[in-house]
């Protein structure tokens, strides 16, 4: 007598690894990203820095020591625990270190999603569980770099997939949220998700009137967690400004905080959530009040900044998943079909591990290698300043972009004009160098610098230093070095 369940659980077995085969792929899209195509982000270096004067003065508010033009009253580093393990992989493992963090962060968030389309559709719709893994990717997948947020959106992720998980087969696991809020407090603003997320179950929890009690307690419990951090205080305050009085925000000057509709990419990230919405509308009966309100909260931050999509992923993806009409998983079940994903995902292993950069590979070389014309560093131009310009005032004149690594790489010699973190100045320094239809050249007279460094295409202070008597004596592909007028001299006449 045979077992006719034998070949049905042979084929689920082959759905379930074409399933994971196919998210591999998916991952390995963000892991290629960050080896193949991105540099370092920026803010990496400022970060490094910051990390390294909390070593030396505790963890507490600090008043900056990078930037001659920042306010010098107590600012919050509220990433603070974040930018320890990034100076720790720095310091053991360098520039590669950072690398290969940031491809393991990706890889797991956007596998984390996945885990939690299995979670809400009880581990069926699979072929949709990929499409929404996929959506979930395209999301996110341009807002994640080696910085604090990160590994923030991949413990939030991880709390997502508990509580999702928890909807579905309830246990114990779900308070680990607890302790993954706390951690959270000490990496990145973001962690109010977590009271966010916890708050909606609860609405719909009493309009359904179940779970009110444990998602009360758990509420409870999350919003004393979020608070779990030395800089609670500041913290608070520097959320506030983000929201009400850092003009850098607010405007369209840095990419990641621009609407999510911005652009024409933005309009087609737009698009497919409608068609989300639409879909989840239609088969309003697979979600629960909870999910809904989830849903509406996340696409509310997304719509306030574009780099809240992310956010706004964790739970549209799963949703998408139960509620895009359902796609077959014949497809998955067939051998040949996991063959060639699985030949596919090693093929594309090998590509990446060939693209990363070996021991051999100085740090200068790799972050420019695209060229001049995409995001780059003035590597080149730090390395002739260092050698040649002695520090007189102390000072040198830089862009936005670059403040981090040049206070990073000139940092014991200069202090920058300005680095990536917005809320260490005022909204009238700003006004005079980023925000009107040109830089005021005052805000450059006031203080005496030693030295600038620009980035050779696209400079916004470029002709403004040139009219004021700056010249230039160095350059390359990437940046331009430019000093000070030469004083003038006088000479008494004789008798």
Same mark, same amino acid.
Request: proline letters at 6%.
């Given at each position: ?11 689920? #077995? ?20 960050? !080896? ?11 970060? &490094? ?16 020591? &990078? ?52 979670? *809400? ?90 779970? !009110?009690?444990? *998602? ?35 405007? @369209? ?18 698009? &497919? ?9 239609? /088969? ?22 574009? /780099? ?77 300043? #260092? ?22 790489? +000139? ?25 009107? @239809? ?15 460094? +620009?980035?050779?295409?696209?400079? /916004? ?9 700056? /010249? ?24």
């Amino acid at each position: 007598m045979t077992d006719s369940s034998a070949p049905l659980e042979k084929t689920r #077995d082959l759905a379930a690894l074409s399933f994971w085969l196919l998210i591999g792929m998916i991952a390995l899209i963000g892991v290629g990203k960050s !080896v193949i195509n991105n540099t370092l982000d920026p803010d990496v270096f400022w970060h &490094l820095r910051v990390a390294e004067q909390l070593d030396r003065d505790g963890i507490h508010p600090l008043v900056d020591q &990078l930037s001659y033009m920042s306010m010098k009253t107590p600012w919050t580093p509220y990433s603070w625990f974040a930018e320890f393990v990034m100076r720790g992989v720095w310091q053991h493992h360098g520039y590669r270190g950072a690398i290969a963090g940031e491809a393991f962060m990706v890889a797991a968030f956007i596998v984390i999603i996945a885990l939690t389309c299995v979670a *809400y559709t009880g581990g069926g719709r699979r072929l949709n569980g990929v499409l929404a893994t996929a959506f979930g990717a395209f999301l996110s997948i341009p807002y994640l770099s080696f910085r604090p947020i990160t590994m923030a959106l991949v413990l939030l992720a991880l709390a997502t997939w508990l509580l999702v998980r928890d909807r579905r087969r309830p246990g114990y696991g779900v308070w680990l949220i607890v302790p993954i809020t706390a951690l959270l407090a000490n990496i990145h603003l973001c962690v109010i998700v977590v009271p966010i997320w916890v708050t909606c179950l609860l609405i719909g929890a009493v309009r359904e009137k179940k779970d !009110v009690r444990k *998602y009360a307690i758990l509420l409870a419990l999350v919003v004393l967690a979020s608070c779990a951090t030395p800089m609670l205080l500041g913290a608070v305050k520097a959320a506030w400004r983000y929201e009400s009085a850092d003009v850098m925000v607010s405007s @369209d000057i840095i990419a990641e905080m621009r609407p999510v509709y911005y652009g024409w990419l933005g309009k087609v990230t737009v698009g &497919l959530c409608a068609a989300l919405f639409v879909a989840a509308v239609i /088969r309003r009966e697979r979600l629960r009040d909870g999910d809904w309100l989830m849903l509406i909260a996340g696409a509310l931050l997304m719509l306030r900044l574009g /780099r809240f999509a992310p956010i706004f992923a964790l739970i549209a993806a799963p949703v998408a998943a139960a509620t895009v009409p359902a796609l077959s998983d014949r497809l998955l079940r067939r051998p040949i079909i996991a063959a060639v994903l699985a030949i596919a995902l090693v093929l594309n292993l090998v590509r990446i591990a060939m693209a990363f950069p070996g021991a051999d590979v100085p740090m200068e070389k790799w972050v420019n290698r695209r060229g001049p014309e995409l995001p780059s560093f003035p590597v080149g131009a730090a390395g002739y300043v #260092d050698k040649n310009v002695p520090p007189r005032a102390g000072r040198l004149i830089n862009e936005f972009n670059a403040g981090g690594y040049l206070a990073w790489r +000139l940092g014991e010699k200069f202090k920058v004009f300005v680095d990536g973190r917005t809320q260490c100045y005022t909204p009238r320094f700003w006004a005079a160098t980023y925000l009107g @239809d040109e830089p005021n050249a005052s805000v450059f007279e006031r203080q005496s610098a030693d030295v600038a460094i +620009l980035p050779r295409l696209k400079s /916004r202070f470029h002709d403004t230093l040139i009219e004021m008597g700056w /010249r230039s004596v160095w350059h390359d592909d990437f940046a331009e070095v430019l000093l000070p007028p030469m004083p003038t001299t006088t000479t008494a006449p004789t008798e």
